[in-house]
Each structure stands twice: as structure tokens, then as C-alpha cells.
């Protein structure tokens, strides 16, 4: 039995496809922190505010982005979310502040004044956020961001 050699094109293919793979390669997630908080105008029962988020990108690559998602979470329940049309990059091994409008309904309000009524001076409260950079070959970047605040003290007269 003899061997047939392997033709050039099929062999030629393999090796694109495996160099490919290899240049999608694997990202260390982004770091990202909220930087600010502003309120903005809302409408009817709606509270609204503008987040800023400190993006940091801990990788050789820089990321374009075309729009912004993103959802908060207090206590383990969910907040606000918000939406941005925003372009920009993220350089690589750098950082960049981006402005995303979040709206909170007036049910999500009400179910955070009763939870908060529970709460005692001091306490920490748990807080996450998820979201997504738009754009890019396989639709975006996602990311997560938890921690805890300290619930503020009653002021003293």
C-alpha cells in the first residue's frame, strides 16, 4: 500500500485555518469600575443617571466598540439598565472613561426602598454590573463588576 502526498491546496487550507485560530487567541477579561455617578433629567415616574465606567483592557490588542449595554444589580436585585451608541476604543494596556444613561422604573425603586428598609447603619450591600462593548468579529466584548457598599450612617444633629 502506498501513501498518496497530501495536495498542496488541502494542506495550504489546514494551515490558514490553524493560523486563524490561533490569532483569535485568549483575552484576559476587561477591569471595569464605576468612576461617577451624575443624575440626568427623567421622565414621569423614572429616576435617571448617567454612570461613568473606568474600562480597562489588560491586553496586547486594543478593542473598538460600537455601543454600549449595561444592567445594575443592589442587593441582588436588579436596578437600573441603560443603553449608549457610543464609538470609541480602548487602547491596549490602557483605559478609557465611558458615559452609559441608566434609567431606574419607579417598580424597581419600590422594591429597593423596602429592601433598604431592612438595612442597618453600616451594612454592607452587594452590588454587580453586567454588560457588553458592541461590535468586533463575534458581537462584543461582556463584563462583570461586583463588590460591596457600606450603607451610610443616619447623620447626627
Not at 442597618?120 to 452590588?127: A, E, I, L, M, R
Request: proline share 8%; aromatic share 6%.
Amino acid at each position: 500500500m502506498t501513501l498518496r502526498p497530501t495536495p498542496l491546496p488541502l494542506l495550504c487550507c489546514l494551515l490558514l485555518m490553524l493560523g486563524g485560530c490561533s490569532s483569535l487567541g485568549f483575552h484576559d477579561p476587561l477591569h471595569v469600575d464605576v468612576a461617577g455617578i451624575e443624575p440626568l433629567p427623567g421622565q414621569g415616574l423614572e429616576m435617571r443617571f448617567a454612570v461613568t465606567l473606568r474600562v480597562q483592557n489588560p491586553n496586547d490588542s486594543s478593542i473598538d466598540y460600537d455601543g454600549i449595554a449595561l444592567e445594575m444589580e443592589i442587593n441582588q436585585q436588579p436596578l437600573a439598565s441603560g443603553v449608549s451608541d457610543q464609538r470609541g476604543q480602548v487602547p491596549r494596556y490602557g483605559e478609557s472613561l465611558i458615559k452609559v444613561p441608566l434609567s431606574i422604573s419607579a417598580y424597581s425603586m419600590l422594591r429597593q426602598a423596602i429592601g433598604a428598609s431592612a438595612l442597618q447603619p453600616g451594612q454592607h450591600v452587594g452590588y454587580a454590573l453586567r454588560g457588553k462593548l458592541g461590535g468586533g468579529l463575534f458581537g462584543g466584548q461582556r463584563f462583570t463588576a461586583s463588590g460591596e457598599l457600606d450603607w451610610p450612617q443616619a447623620a447626627q444633629p
